[in-house]
């Protein structure tokens, strides 16, 4: 079905070697389901774009060799026709929409190849009812969760009936819950006899159902295992490899915060529409100087949640109470700091350096040196923000937070999209803030993060709050599968 | 936040996006840019009614009122109050007055149009009027790319209040440059993707592209229709010198 002959490929000029593709050469027969994985910018990435033709129609660069596709040639051939046979879902469910309601979405690309109405009408229902997503038709795509556009856009891929279908980390934005329903849909494909690609950081929820596993290292083909290979590395062997756990729920590590003292937020209540309240909390406790993970639900708001605690929603009238004072609302802005999942939205400046005095009451630059270094960053004094990698761009924002000497620090999902290798640097940056002192509250769905990061444990739910050690938590989350299983499967 | 519309089912009366269009236009040439001068008067007044009565027959009921209240204020103001005043005051009022008659009604129709049409309507119809591929997506993109912008910008004045970067604090002589610059750094990823993902999805071949929506003129789009023909057909007369 795919067949990839001595391909090389580098982006943009010589020197840039994230992403780059070496001597790749690869057989995927028809109704395979493959795994790329590999540490970030080995070249998964690189190799679901040679396949759905972006590169070299899209994306730049040098590129050698031969790329066949059901026997077509993907570099001669324009992408609409590649379209025909290969569908991608992509991981940022904000960027693959092309239309704002969400029939129009699906039915988007089969309007594109000018097939009739009725049949398109035919296909949309079809799918519809096969995915069981009656409830998110005719619907904004703004006002969806995570989870729920991304399971639009595998909707989208899956009304065309390519043969091919491929995920570039379709997962990184999905919560468990989420992640078990995207399980369901890509199961659906291979029962339907498609080839599946799918390039991922997140192993767990795909475990049992690729057949195939390609463990890609700077640009080459390290490893092509077996089931009867892969099925057998045990998790040690696996993070070695830079790769994440391949089991869902691992929380086992008992904490439990001795001697508390607790920030208390009360009112927290937040509703996008009249009468329908999103959040509704009359009182949550956080522990002082520890860390503490909120998890729920995509779409629950807990990145409402965050908005509200800091005080950056004008709407909800949260109040803090920190040892024994009342704190309003536009004083919490000055108390805490919030770490975007998009970092790029607050790094504003043309030098990390800059990033960070700025953010000082008074400008100390042997201070705001002392900080960089603290965080591995003063090589970068000079950088501009942007070009930085991602990870480093988060660790600028946690300096700026250092710097303005907030005691409260927010996180709203750090380890999106991290593998293994990131994911432990930034639970190592939580483990110093910890130790200055620092009380961290993170909102995330990373299982394994949580587990590297010992926290505590709060799951949100819309009108209330469950404190949880993380033994205790781990129980409650076994019997609720067990429950839950089921009915989910469809 | 959006631009046009999400909901498929058609509200009030239901123009077909094409008569919409042309009121637009309409308002704007008759109310906004004062065409005809003083003969087409009554044209202006019927034109200013129109965008009132689509928006009470659209469930926008409060924001129909909030939109006359004020237009009456300005012209309460223009007509009764300006006289009475002298000096800065004077042209002041007067310019706030010129504004609100002249422009809340192209306002209005603006927004009745943006929040009654979806995006699939938009391209149905303009694909109808044989608008040609290569304004059609540009401008299908921009419909969609805005929100996103505006989502961008909300996040970024967030982080720039945390940081506590606003006017009147640190560095106001960098308050643009602090703003748009991630806004830039955003943008450009997004439509990067954006496209890239359009493009896996076959836009762009050279075959007819089909539309499932649905559109087409109905009564009242006859009436507006007509309407609109009325009166542009008795400006030409007035141009050419014809007297009625």
Redesign the interface.
């Known amino acids: 079905m795919i067949r990839l002959e001595n391909v090389h490929f580098q982006y943009g000029d010589e020197n840039e070697n994230n992403g780059a593709l070496h001597d790749i050469n690869l057989e995927i027969p028809s109704g395979q389901a493959v795994l790329f994985c590999g540490e970030s910018g080995c070249g998964k990435t690189t190799i679901t774009r040679l396949i759905n033709g972006l590169i070299p129609h899209f994306y730049e660069g040098r590129l050698t060799g031969k790329i066949r596709v059901d026997g077509q040639e993907i570099q001669s051939q324009e992408l609409y026709d590649t379209a025909k046979i290969v569908g991608t879902v992509f991981q940022n469910p904000r960027s693959q929409f092309f239309n704002v309601d969400t029939r129009s979405e699906v039915a988007f690309g089969l309007e594109n190849q000018g097939i009739r109405e009725a049949e398109i009408l035919k296909r949309v229902n079809q799918t519809v009812t096969e995915f069981q997503m009656e409830s998110l038709m005719d619907r904004s795509i703004f006002e969806l969760s995570g989870g729920e556009k991304q399971k639009i856009a595998c909707a989208c891929v899956s009304t065309s009936s390519p043969e091919v279908f491929v995920l570039d980390e379709p997962s990184a934005n999905l919560d468990v819950h989420s992640m078990k329903l995207l399980h369901n849909m890509i199961l659906r494909w291979k029962q339907q006899g498609k080839t599946i690609v799918i390039a991922e950081h997140r192993l767990a929820y795909i475990w049992n159902l690729i057949d195939r596993v390609i463990f890609l290292e700077s640009g080459k083909i390290a490893k092509d295992m077996q089931p009867a290979e892969f099925l057998k590395l045990s998790e040690t062997e696996l993070h070695s490899m830079g790769l994440r756990s391949n089991n869902e729920q691992k929380i086992s590590k008992m904490h439990k915060a001795t001697d508390i003292k607790n920030i208390e937020f009360k009112d927290i209540t937040f509703g996008y529409k009249k009468g329908k309240q999103i959040l509704d909390i009359s009182k949550i406790q956080i522990p002082e100087h520890e860390i503490t993970a909120i998890i729920g639900h995509n779409g629950l708001g807990k990145s409402t949640f965050l908005r509200c605690i800091c005080g950056l929603e004008k709407k909800c009238k949260t109040r803090m109470i920190k040892n024994g004072a009342m704190i309003k609302r536009k004083k919490c802005l000055a108390e805490c700091f919030l770490v975007m999942q998009d970092v790029n939205h607050q790094l504003f400046t043309e030098s990390v350096l800059d990033e960070v005095l700025i953010s000082m009451e008074q400008e100390d630059k042997e201070k705001a040196q002392e900080i960089l270094a603290e965080l591995d960053l003063l090589e970068y004094a000079g950088r501009h923000p942007i070009s930085l990698s991602g990870g480093q761009k988060q660790r600028v924002a946690v300096a700026t937070a250092i710097a303005s000497e907030r005691d409260i620090l927010l996180f709203d999902e750090p380890t999106s999209g991290l593998d293994y290798k990131h994911m432990l640097q930034v639970s190592a940056i939580f483990q110093k803030l910890k130790a200055k002192g620092k009380t961290i509250i993170v909102v995330t769905h990373d299982m394994e993060f949580i587990e590297a990061i010992s926290a505590n444990i709060i799951e949100l739910n819309t009108n209330s709050v469950k404190n949880y050690a993380q033994k205790e938590f781990r129980e409650e989350v076994d019997c609720n599968e067990k429950e839950k299983l089921p009915a989910e499967v469809i | ?2 631009v ?6 058609r509200r009030g009366i239901g123009l077909d996006p094409r008569t919409t269009i042309v009121l637009l236009l309409m308002v704007a040439v008759f109310v906004l840019g004062g065409a005809g001068g003083n003969e087409l008067i009554w044209a202006r007044i019927i034109l200013a009614c129109v965008p009132v009565v689509l928006l009470l027959t659209s469930n926008n009921k409060l924001k129909c009122i909030v939109f006359v209240l004020v237009y009456l204020l300005g012209y309460f103001l223009q007509f009764y109050v300006l006289g009475h005043l002298t000096g800065i005051l004077n042209s002041l009022m007067l310019a706030t007055a010129g504004m609100i008659t002249s422009f809340l009604p192209g306002l209005m129709m603006g927004y009745y149009a943006v929040s009654t049409t ?3 309507e938009f391209v149905a119809a303009m694909e109808r009027i044989h608008m040609p591929e290569q304004v059609i997506i540009p401008l ?2 921009m ?2 790319f805005f ?2 912008v505006v ?2 910008a909300g ?2 004045n ?8 606003a006017m009147g604090g ?2 106001p002589g960098k308050m643009l ?3 748009l ?2 806004i830039m ?2 943008s450009v ?2 439509g990067e ?21 649905k559109i087409g003129f109905g009564l009242w789009d006859i009436l507006f229709l007509g309407l609109s023909i009325c009166i542009v057909i008795y400006w030409v007369l007035i141009l050419i010198g014809v007297r009625v």
């Open positions: 936040m959006e046009l519309s999400s909901r498929k089912q979806t995006v699939s299908s993109v419909f969609r929100p996103t989502e961008e996040s970024i967030d982080a720039m209040r945390m940081r506590g970067i640190k560095h440059e602090y703003r610059i991630p750094t955003c990823k997004i993707e954006l496209s890239a993902a359009s493009l896996t999805r076959g836009l762009g071949a050279p075959v007819k592209r089909t539309n499932i929506c």
